[in-house]
């Protein structure tokens, strides 16, 4: 895993344009629900709540977002030399998700989900921040060990 700010910021990049084009390419062109044994593939999902569908105003999450995500931002800059590798990426990956769901809920006032697995359906921004946090909580584990963090 690389140290580098830019490699770190182009990787979240890249996994941001990825996940915007899948969300585009499900609400226009790829209807069909394509799952394997039933179990695993494509669905679009219009998800209108948070979190596993939790119901919640739109216009409060937007809100409380932003907020957060400022102050995510602010801390990613300010102590991006001071965290571990680890947590750099952890955060960065809570970023680019959280960004890219806020972007559908301003955009079209719900999440565009795509991949289901089981009974679940979420897309690439859900599973970005469900890594970052569990990256996150390994960081927390060994701060100064996991891919040559400081």
Not at 57 to 74: D, E, M, R
Not at 87 to 92: C, E, L, S
Request: charge should be positive.
């Amino acid at each position: 895993m690389k140290d580098n700010p830019f490699f770190i910021f182009f990787t979240g990049v890249i996994l941001f344009c990825l996940d915007r084009w899948l969300k585009f390419e499900a609400l226009y062109h790829w209807h069909t629900t394509v799952l394997l044994g039933g179990q695993f593939g494509w669905e679009l999902l219009i998800n209108r709540g948070i979190a596993f569908g939790l119901p919640f105003p739109s216009s409060f999450v937007i809100i409380f977002t932003i907020f957060v995500l400022g102050g995510l931002l602010y801390y990613l800059v300010r102590y991006f030399h001071s965290i571990s590798l680890l947590a750099r990426w952890a955060w960065w990956l809570v970023f680019v998700g959280a960004v890219s769901n806020l972007i559908d809920r301003i955009t079209y006032g719900v999440t565009v989900d795509y991949w289901r697995l089981f009974s679940s359906i979420f897309n690439l921004a859900d599973v970005l921040i469900i890594t970052g946090f569990v990256l996150y909580f390994l960081a927390l584990k060994r701060p100064r060990c996991i891919f040559g963090g400081k």
